[in-house]
T-cell receptor, first 115, second 113 residues
């Protein structure tokens, strides 16, 4: 069974440029998460989707970040414009649902460097 | 607000040593606690998950314990090997609400031959 797929794996951009990350969750997983992991820190949740609906985006900086999950399958996270402080690893995870027994499976992440 | 702390931040040991990684959390109202492994350039791999009603879980050379009342968990690695070198992350799932994980900053482990 294929795991969570993310692309690109690495991205280097200059500040003020836009950038987008793509995630394809495990087939059949209804819940999708985007996390940001700063250097030397643990991942922090940015947004969670239940199918197509963003049910928790309280930690998403809405002035520059946006996300979508069309058709309730793959998802895109966008930053526009990027700032130096956005350099981090962006992790996508998925789970069957949001129940107590639902384990989150993580993708390899996209490492973003903003110059 | 739930906070998760991991000590030590980094650890370097010779091969063969038994070692303990520590995780503490401020709010004991949790559903479960999970230990992950993260290799450079890769995602997180779940190692052990302990439900709030459990005291410990074992998988091979790994043993994780949970003392929910004191807000502590330990990950014990027996007979460490160079292949165990990675960052180990602890995460709690708060009780109530949805499937949200709150992570510690991790312990970076290096096992040298």
């Amino acid at each position: 069974e294929a795991g969570v797929v993310q692309s690109p794996r690495y991205k280097i951009i200059e500040k003020k440029q836009p950038v987008a990350f793509w995630c394809n969750p495990i087939s059949g997983h209804n819940t999708l998460y985007w996390y940001r992991q700063n250097l030397g820190q643990g991942p922090e949740l940015l947004i969670r989707y239940e199918n197509e609906e963003a049910v928790d985006d309280s930690q998403l900086p809405k002035d520059r970040f946006s996300a979508e999950r069309l058709k309730g399958v793959d998802s895109t996270l966008k930053i526009q414009p990027a700032e130096l402080g956005d350099s981090a690893v962006y992790l996508c995870a998925s789970s069957l649902g949001s129940g107590v027994a639902d384990t989150q499976y993580f993708g390899p992440g996209t490492r973003l460097t903003v110059l | 607000k739930q906070e998760v702390t991991q000590i030590p931040a980094a650890l370097s040991v010779p091969e063969g040593e038994n070692l303990v990684l520590n995780c503490s959390f401020t709010d004991s109202a949790i559903y479960n606690l999970q230990w992950f492994r993260q290799d450079p350039g890769k995602g997180l791999t779940s190692l052990l998950l302990i439900q709030s009603s459990q005291r410990e879980q074992t998988s091979g050379r790994l043993n994780a314990s949970l003392d929910k009342s004191s807000g502590r968990s330990t990950l014990y690695i027996a007979a460490s090997q160079p292949g165990d070198s990675a960052t180990y992350l602890c995460a709690v799932r708060p009780a109530g609400g949805y499937n949200k994980l709150i992570f510690g900053a991790g312990t970076r482990l290096a096992v040298h031959p």
